[in-house]
DNA sequence: CGGGATATTGAGTTAGTTCAACACAGGTGG
DNA sequence: CCACCTGTGTTGAACTAACTCAATATCCCG
């Protein structure tokens, strides 16, 4: 990790998507102001750790990471993916210290905000402080999905919605190439992400790209059968909610 | 569900638990200009269903509820447990539409507010606004946990955390009587939201029984041995975190 | 005194796991 | 440029945790 130059936040490139709110000038200044560095991570750095407590709060601008926990005994659970766009750090900020951890998937570089300003921000900019309840209410639907899948869903079933849903984020964020996305993960993190063995993980995936449903080729993964991979996943497309302007 | 006296906030049975921040006069009588009536629901009520939204938001003055989701075939995950002080429907209020379900498991009496107040109360009441997604974060926190579980926990490792999690926070609200608790869940509660099947969550519950952990009966859930509870849940007592003033 | 919901138990089945061997690619150092 | 090494993916075989089915027991409530 290491700091590199900043860029302004007028210039972010987060700041057309479509999954953000326009943002006023005030605002903009008042984040540009909050923010005190960029920090540029490697693929499978460790931006926070379970049990610590970071004086930070992140923004990401790019890049792919995941948050996981772990048993003593080295079992892992990958809880969600982190996109650009999501907020890191959130829980520390508000209750003191983390009881998940975080690393990266690729290169990543993260807008840092100091965590004590985080009430100036709930104080001045009420609507900045909505919209960090709206992505803490975004993100807790993700990880409901997911415990749904790893509940109740059948391995190809699990196979199919974890691979729908990350492809659908990506696309929303325009990161997608028509049917097909560069991803960073290997089986051994979707296996973590979906509560599976990695054997196994890896034998549902082949059944599935043998029914044509995907393909997998170098990182990257192709929709073959988007219809048929709903209907084996249970996947209802989320709405296209645009972000509330308040 | 019915409507019934209101509870003045001022004598909120809630307002002296340990598990809340002491609330300033001014925000006292906010809360209570908000609160538009209190609601009594049965035992099994639907409180909001997935897909709907509702124009109100609740906080839960007292009972048991819980957070599902289901597929279309049936099968239900249950997502965590609701008790006393928790927030029901930010989501819906936030986002638009709820994704996920809530029933009652006893009678439940809760605060319902205006959710077309809460953009009020965010530019009004910082500090208010701060609870709000103290309560979120927290929620997700509990999800994290149960996602940890799902994932990657064993039946009696599933079963003893889930026991030992809801008898924690029980016991942080009051609700616990020595190493007593009453629980109105069933079993097939418990497999739905340890993704289990009804009759393996019998047997695991049956082994842990005879091994003296704890004791169920008459819906009341006795710990008998905590300490080795907690070594087969693999389970870190949350440190008792107070809840930070701001 | 029923009758429906809940809990218990046994038996047979299966989805998913573990173990182990092998294949393949990319990256490094000699 | 090759030889090796490490991380990743693939496959078969044996095993087991958890599931389903089905029968019975128990509890609670009207």
Redesign the interface.
């Given at each position: 990790m290491n700091k590199a130059r900043q860029t302004p936040c007028i210039k972010c490139p987060l700041k057309d998507c479509a999954a953000f709110r326009p943002t006023d000038p005030p605002e903009l200044d008042f984040i540009q102001a909050l923010k005190i560095a960029e920090l540029s991570a490697d693929a499978g750095a460790n931006i926070l750790a379970e049990g610590t407590s970071t004086p930070h709060l992140f923004t990401v601008l790019s890049g792919w990471a995941f948050?996981y926990?772990m048993?003593?005994?080295g079992?892992?659970?990958i809880?969600d993916f982190v996109l650009p766009g999501d907020l890191i750090g959130?829980?520390a900020s508000?209750?003191?210290?983390m009881?998940?951890s975080i690393e990266t998937l690729s290169e990543m570089v993260l807008c840092v905000f100091p965590r004590e300003r985080l009430?100036t921000l709930?104080?001045k900019y009420?609507?900045l402080?909505?919209d960090?309840?709206?992505l803490?209410?975004?993100?807790?639907?993700s990880?409901?999905?997911?415990?749904?899948s790893?509940?109740?869903?059948s391995a190809p079933e699990r196979v199919a919605y974890v691979l729908l849903s990350i492809f659908n984020r990506a696309k929303s964020l325009g990161l997608t190439n028509g049917r097909k996305l560069k991803c960073p993960f290997t089986q051994q993190h979707l296996a973590d992400a979906?509560?599976m063995s990695l054997v196994h993980t890896n034998k549902t995936l082949n059944s599935l790209v043998r029914q044509r449903l995907f393909r997998w080729k170098n990182g990257e993964v192709e929709i073959l059968d988007e219809e048929r991979m709903a209907e084996v996943a249970?996947y209802d497309e989320?709405?296209a909610?645009p972000r509330?302007l308040?």
């Open positions: 948050r926990k048993l003593e005994d079992r892992r659970q809880l959130l829980q508000i209750m003191g210290n009881e998940h009430w709930y104080e009420p609507s402080a909505f960090i309840t709206w803490a209410a975004r993100s807790e639907r990880i409901d999905e997911n415990l749904l790893v509940g109740r869903r979906l509560g249970h989320p709405p909610r509330p308040i």
